[in-house]
């Protein structure tokens, strides 16, 4: 969006094409995760390269800061963590990393013995800085400290689990097969409702603002909720999105924190 825009329009959105952020340091591999930093002009690429890259971003130079090359570790999914201060880097591998970026140095976190069901293949990251959420295999969900990386408690979805959030510091919704979801209070560790999304087959992608969750499935269909509605065991959505790529795509949903703008990404 241009700098001027204020106010999404209804109709028509005013954007403009700026360089790739990895162009002075393309990757050779399939580029996995992309994020840009909660405070800083900095962001990060990383995936099959075996290889965490940090640019600054400015939109024209776009210079690299740092590498950082990892042995055989191809990346699935990295994060920052809420402050800026780590990213957090997943894989199939039985164990994650972290880099911290003031250090410039990467930590192996070693994965639990014994529970092959458990993946750090694709997670989710607490707005207050307290957990990190791997989802396994078999709807299982570990929870990690984000201070000391510490597994704290394992949580079982009733399905396999596809995508996962934080909705609030104490809030934590999973959703998958089936169109099933299920909202988890981890305070307690115990589920608070469950509900079926409304027409899908299965949930593949999660995403909230304050006021609002977006919800998006395998058939095309995106349905944006009510964030009280959520607790109800049916729940109606405000809006639907519907025919939006072709089905079996899988939707990346991402909402702005405070105002309902919804973004919208297929493969």
């Not at 290889?51 to 042995?71: P, T, W, Y």
């Not at 750090?120 to 000391?148: I, P, T």
């Not at 349905?223 to 109606?236: F, G, Q, T």
Request: charged content about 20%.
């Amino acid at each position: 969006m241009t700098q001027s825009t204020k106010q999404l329009p209804v109709s028509k959105l005013s954007v403009s094409r700026c360089k790739n952020l990895n162009s002075r340091k393309q990757a050779k591999c399939v580029v996995q995760s992309l994020e840009f930093h909660p405070g800083a002009s900095i962001g990060f690429v990383t995936g099959y390269a075996k290889s965490l890259d940090l640019f600054e971003v400015d939109g024209e130079n776009n210079k690299l800061l740092h590498r950082h090359n990892f042995a055989n570790f191809p990346v699935d999914c990295a994060k920052f963590t809420y402050n800026g201060s780590e990213v957090i880097l997943g894989s199939k591998r039985p164990f994650f990393y972290t880099f911290d970026l003031n250090k410039c140095s990467a930590t192996k976190i070693a994965g639990i013995r014994n529970r092959p069901n458990v993946h750090f293949k694709k997670f989710s990251v607490s707005q207050n800085g307290e957990y990190l959420a791997f989802e396994g295999q078999e709807g299982l969900v570990a929870m990690f400290s984000a201070k000391d990386k510490q597994l704290v408690k394992c949580i079982n979805h009733k399905t396999k689990v596809n995508c996962s959030t934080f909705l609030s510091d104490n809030v934590f919704l999973t959703g998958g097969r089936g169109g099933f979801c299920s909202l988890w209070d981890i305070r307690t560790w115990k589920t608070i409702s469950d509900f079926q999304d409304d027409g899908a087959l299965h949930v593949t992608s999660v995403g909230h603002s304050e006021r609002h969750a977006a919800i998006g499935s395998d058939v095309g269909i995106v349905n944006i909720y009510n964030k009280d509605d959520l607790y109800k065991p049916s729940s109606s959505p405000l809006r639907i999105v519907k025919n939006l790529f072709d089905v079996y795509t899988t939707y990346c949903v991402l909402t702005q924190p405070v105002n309902f703008s919804l973004y919208l990404a297929g493969t």
